[in-house]
């Protein structure tokens, strides 16, 4: 979960969309189409085909994984941390369960959980999810050097436009300016990276820009509820 990053939360739908995902199709075929759904960004269909999947196969880890992975896509943090409990069962943790279960502790509200996950690991993730971690806890100045370890380390989309955000914060244009062409240059397409320059257009004043932003953002990730408010955000400055 980056610093930008919420999502709508569709679940008044999921009982009627998970009678039509389950209808015909073997586990095996429903996960595809899960990890297919998920590729596409499309959360919602994600989530309703993996849980038709786990009605079939519950104690299958890879299924599971994807549960989880999909609920921390729709901000679903109880839900994800629910799903990693019943993972735990299955798959001794490894970095990637360690950094999904930070960022569902994150997605919690539960800073402090999130740091005793990560303990001693030192990755581009971890250290971006320590940073997120001390945002949480009010300390900007250790999250500063958390996000500057993660981008010493190589970086990643997530933890440029991070920072970026971070740096918008603190009055730093300059420095903002800086990680996001890098956030850019990682993944233009990424859902951090978009609202982050979303966001450090309309505040620069270029409306254009930024409004385009916004609505790639909205037409890649249909469930980003971030994606529409500042879409209409900017239609509202333009008047």
């Known amino acids: 979960m980056g610093m930008t990053i919420s999502r709508l939360k569709p679940h008044l739908l999921l009982p009627a969309v998970l009678l039509l995902a389950s209808c015909g199709d073997s586990p095996e075929e429903l996960y595809r189409d899960a990890n297919t759904a998920y590729a596409a960004h499309d959360f919602s269909a994600a989530r309703a085909k993996v849980i038709a999947a786990l009605k079939e196969q519950p104690d299958k880890a890879d299924y599971i994984l994807l549960q989880v992975r999909t609920l921390i896509a729709l901000g ?3 839900g994800a941390k629910t799903a990693l409990d019943r993972l735990a069962r299955f798959r001794k943790i490894s970095p990637e369960v360690q950094a999904l279960t ?3 502790a994150l997605l919690r509200k539960h800073p402090q ?6 303990g001693d690991e030192e990755s581009v993730e971890a250290e971006r999810l320590r940073a997120l971690a001390y945002l949480q806890l009010e300390d900007p100045d250790k ?8 981008v010493d380390l190589g970086g990643s989309a997530r933890t440029f ?9 603190n ?3 300059a420095g903002a300016s800086e990680m996001l062409i890098r956030a850019q240059k990682a993944d233009p397409d990424a859902i951090d990276t978009l609202l982050v320059t979303g966001e450090f257009a309309q505040k620069s004043g270029d409306l254009k820009t930024a409004l385009d932003a916004y609505q790639q953002a909205g037409k890649l990730y249909p469930d980003s509820f971030a994606a529409r408010l500042g879409e209409v955000a900017v ?4 008047g």
């Open 76 to 78: 679903d943090g109880e």
């Open 102 to 104: 930070a960022e569902t």
């Open 113 to 118: 959980d999130a740091l005793n996950v990560l």
């Open 143 to 150: 999250a500063q050097r958390h996000f500057a370890r993660s």
């Open 161 to 169: 436009a991070d920072f970026a955000q971070l740096r918008m914060t």
């Open 171 to 173: 009055g730093d244009a």
């Open 235 to 238: 239609l509202g400055d333009l």
